[in-house]
């Protein structure tokens, strides 16, 4: 779910702009989450945001009431739990406390605060959350049209491409009955007499489904449920229907399965084959009616299925769809079927536990026309649609019967200007067969791609002027991506700097899937090195609450009993050897649990996830030489002349153990935080003993820097805090140095980027960050922008790399936000609870501006300058405190809102921080001139 929707957004402030010194409260969440369904908790945490127009307002108090329906809510009677006054400034993370929650029941909340200007807030609106079935109240039975055992279905992750050929390929599919690949139409008719009160389904559908109830579409999600290691845990979704979309008498469940990532089997391309079993259901709708009873529907022997119209779905291939298969009304009450339709079989289960969906679904979240037509022949048709993402495409069209329209679909274009998927991954296409029965509406459900460009061969466009071809009446392109919601955004006086944010952020929601995937065509594997070293930035830009929550759950999944943790999760696919198991990769294991406690102040990851911690840093122990690990990809793709892969300019070795020193290092803060003493001692004499073999190992005493003396090798020293005190600033020139003999040109790959980016950043050197980026040449964001990309690709040079839509390399984010803006949190007081305003005022720039909605409210920071005079817009949201570090002379003239600072009644106390002045202040919306003397 979204944060905040803007119209919501806009007229909430125009009530509090008229309700002077008013405090709101707003945007409840229970588990992070607006009114969820799937509550998988009897204690679950409650948070809420403060909105004030006054100035240093702090919660002193709250009262939470908890009902069992919104009529007794209305009434101030919280039957389920009233916690009564608390005194508290906790406004977020409060665990439930009140009467034991029954599994599979709805309730309703609100809360009422007190702050310190005296005030008593109104009660806030209703809140809701389902807690989840216990997993005997589903007992899930799974159906189909065949048994695992019986569709002769390759068992094992190791068959990929580069391990075998076409021949081999075809005869695994060949060796697996048609049936197990089919997309298939299941229903369920049933009859009820009793007028309904409440309606809820529970549903997974594997690999992808599509729920209908009596005809309509139920929900907005595509590709449902999120993809998971099946034999470890399964999603379900859950949904209300509404009483009014059942009928006095016959109803009809309908639901469409896809194969998804749980049977990856076909002809066409695909990256690898793997499967769980053919597609599956498991269904439940419990239905409680107004009298008091109950009843429920479940999958089971009860239910028919038939061939689906989507004659061919892969992930990795495309889509076909028959139109003349189509059953109307299939899914309706008054559908009679035929001797097509027959019994399903039982299936064995998915090895996984059955567990609610964490993260918010996938979802179309932007559509786009045509921005471009050419005809590279006679024949042909290439529809620019002006965007690279990832999904697909949607057309209406009219024809003949049986005539057939086949989609291809690329990012980039041939020297002839037909469709290119060379490099992405091909043969990929959408066909569609027509029935000749007028304007025909059609887009896919089960597979998506990275694309840009459409390609239709033998068409009429717009207008019929051959008759004996189909005509195609519309086409537009749909962006399918995760529904966590956009919280930040950023945009300055640069021309490049803005254009790099695009084309990162259009990358990152390309590759917003079920999981982070590194290309939204050619592999679709979720890379596990793109979430931490892009973490910052990811969690500045996106609402990752309950997203990263899942992905720590499929990295845990997918540990092996060893403590190795692979490079993708989920590990659909074993590549061997460094592709599997590389420290740069598995570390995210580690680090993630501790940037979800910085951003959202929530350490239920550190403490569910510690022992994955520990194991994988064990592990790590176990593949070591005294100390220093000498395996995996290190810093992969880093630039030069050489052919991108392997870390070149930097040792494998250096950059493994520098990555076991930092997990060592943050499991030993683990262990310190859940006050684990033996551990915090054990893990903590480790990751000295590491420091002291990596410098033993790579520091080079006579030179004073690191390994080759290349950006990587001495930047992620710097910022993993591996280098002597003493020598630090020496290391820090050598930097330097390398980046000036280089004009300014970075050397950094996938995993040295951050490093190198924050090293600099960190230790005041924005103005060299400034001008290693600020420039059209390669190696840097610039030069894309030359071929006209609209996503970041996976190499500096567009036209050496395979993919034009990775966001591997948009480590410049974290840059913009916490450099830039300023906008950085403080690990003393997680969650932006206290946060610094640090902005850096480089090169030619003469303004820059962000927001973040953190979970305590929008934080602003934009500065801008105006002749001899900065101004600085501030805002800090109410419950929170903020220390602003201004960039200029400690002698400048300065005025808050047109006062002096010390006369400010949200200013709480001034200094200097390194010849900077500095303000602690409360919340508010702040006006900051700053008139630079000469």
């Not at 009429?460 to 009446?473: F, G, R, S």
């Not at 034009?804 to 450099?819: A, D, L, P, T, V």
Request: charged share 20%.
């Amino acid at each position: 779910m979204k944060r905040y929707n803007a119209i919501l957004l806009f007229c909430f402030f125009f009530l509090v702009s008229s309700i002077k010194g008013q405090t709101l409260v707003t945007d409840l969440r229970c588990d992070w989450s607006v009114n969820p369904l799937g509550v998988n908790s009897v204690t679950p945490k409650l948070g809420w945001v403060l909105n004030s127009t006054d100035f240093h307002v702090i919660q002193q108090a709250y009262q939470i009431l908890v009902a069992s329906s919104v009529e007794k809510l209305q009434n101030n009677k919280g039957d389920v739990w009233d916690s009564g006054k608390i005194t508290s400034d906790q406004s977020q993370l409060i665990v439930y406390n009140g009467a034991t929650l029954e599994h599979e029941k709805k309730y309703f909340w609100k809360v009422k605060v007190w702050t310190n200007k005296n005030l008593e807030s109104p009660w806030s609106d209703w809140s809701s959350f389902r807690v989840a079935p216990k997993s005997t109240q589903l007992q899930p039975t799974w159906i189909g049209a065949i048994r695992k055992a019986d569709s002769q279905l390759p068992v094992g992750r190791k068959f990929h491409t580069a391990t075998f050929k076409r021949a081999k390929k075809d005869s695994i599919i060949n060796a697996s009955h048609p049936l197990s690949r089919q997309s298939i139409l299941l229903r369920k008719p049933f009859t009820i007499s009793k007028n309904v009160k409440e309606a809820v389904v529970y549903i997974s559908g594997l690999g992808h489904y599509e729920l209908t109830f009596n005809g309509e579409k139920v929900g907005n999600s595509e590709f449902a449920p999120l993809w998971t290691d099946y034999d470890k845990s399964v999603n379900y979704n859950t949904y209300e229907l509404s009483p009014k979309a059942f009928n006095k008498g016959a109803n009809a469940i309908g639901v469409i399965l896809g194969n998804g990532m749980y049977n990856v089997l076909a002809n066409r391309y695909s990256k690898f084959f793997a499967s769980f079993g053919p597609p599956t259901l498991f269904f439940r709708l419990k239905i409680d009616f107004e009298d008091g009873s109950s009843t429920s529907i479940s999958s089971d022997e009860t239910w028919h299925y038939s061939h689906s119209p989507i004659t061919y779905n892969s992930l990795f291939g495309g889509e076909d769809y028959d139109a003349n298969l189509e059953q109307i009304g299939w899914d309706t009450s008054t559908f009679t079927p035929n001797a097509n339709w027959k019994p399903v079989v039982l299936q064995e289960a998915p090895k996984g536990i059955l567990k609610p969906q964490k993260a918010a679904a996938n979802t179309i979240q932007k559509t786009f026309e045509v921005q471009e037509l050419s005809q590279p022949n006679d024949s042909t048709f290439v529809f620019n649609m002006g965007q690279n993402l990832s999904g697909f495409p949607a057309l209406k069209v009219t024809g003949k019967k049986g005539q057939k329209l086949t989609l291809w679909v690329g990012e980039g274009l041939k020297e002839d200007g037909t469709i290119s998927q060379g490099r992405s991954g091909k043969p990929y296409y959408f066909q569609y067969t027509l029935k000749g029965d007028g304007i025909e509406s059609w887009q896919p459900k089960f597979s998506y791609y990275g694309y840009q460009y459409i390609q239709i061969q033998n068409i009429n466009y717009l207008k019929a002027n051959n008759p004996e071809l189909p005509t195609v009446l519309e086409i537009t392109s749909n962006f399918v991506y995760n529904n966590s919601g956009e919280v930040g955004t950023f945009e300055c006086s640069n021309t490049i700097f803005n254009k790099a944010h695009e084309l990162i952020n259009n990358a990152v929601k390309s590759n917003f899937q079920a999981v982070f995937t590194d290309c939204p065509h050619r592999e679709k594997l979720g890379w596990l090195e793109e979430a931490h070293l892009n973490g910052p930035g990811l969690m500045f830009n996106y609402d990752l609450s309950t997203y990263f929550s899942a992905m720590m759950q499929n990295i845990a999944d997918a540990q092996r009993e060893n403590g190795m943790i692979p490079s993708i999760a989920p590990e659909y696919v074993v590549f061997g050897g460094d592709f599997t198991d590389s420290p740069e990769w598995g570390a995210s294991g580690v680090i993630l649990p501790w940037m979800y406690y910085e951003f959202y102040g929530d350490d239920s990851l550190i403490k569910k996830y510690y022992h994955v911690m520990k194991k994988y840093v064990d592990y790590l122990t176990s593949r070591s030489q005294d100390y220093i690990l000498d395996y995996g990809l290190g810093d992969w793709y880093d630039y030069g002349d050489h052919a991108a892969g392997y870390s070149k300019n930097s040792p494998i070795a250096l950059s493994a153990t520098s990555h076991y020193y930092y997990t060592a290092r943050l499991l030993t803060k683990a262990a310190k935080h859940l006050h684990k003493t033996a551990d915090a001692s054990q893990y903590e004499a480790l990751a000295t003993s590491i420091k002291k073999a990596f410098n033993d190992a790579f520091y080079n005493e006579k030179g004073q820097y690191y390994g080759t003396n290349s950006q990587f090798s001495n930047a992620v020293a710097i910022f993993m805090d591996l280098v002597d005190p003493v020598h630090r600033e020496a290391v820090m020139q050598h930097l330097l140095i390398d980046i000036k003999n280089r004009g300014y040109r970075l050397t950094t790959g996938d995993v040295g980027n951050r490093y190198l980016f924050q090293a600099l950043a960190q230790n005041n050197q924005n103005e060299v960050m400034y001008k290693m980026h600020n420039h059209y040449d390669t190696p840097g964001y610039g030069f894309q922008m030359q071929f006209g990309l609209t996503t970041l690709a996976e190499q500096w040079d567009p036209r050496k790399g395979n993919s034009w839509n990775h966001f591997m390399m948009g480590q410049i984010e974290e840059w913009f936000y916490k450099s830039l803006a300023g906008i950085q949190p403080d690990e003393n007081a997680p969650g932006f609870k206290h946060f610094f305003i640090q902005p850096e005022i480089v090169g030619d720039m003469t303004y820059a501006k962000a927001s973040y909605y953190s979970i305590y409210g929008k934080i602003v920071s934009h500065w801008e300058i105006q002749d001899n005079t900065i101004i600085f817009n501030v805002e800090v949201p109410s419950n929170t405190t903020a220390t602003l570090v201004l960039p200029v002379s400690k002698n400048a003239k300065i005025t808050i809102n047109d006062m002096n600072p010390n006369e400010h009644s949200g200013v709480l106390g001034i200094g200097n921080e390194k010849n900077r002045p500095m303000f602690k202040v409360g919340s508010g919306v702040y006006n900051v001139k700053c008139l630079m003397l000469k």
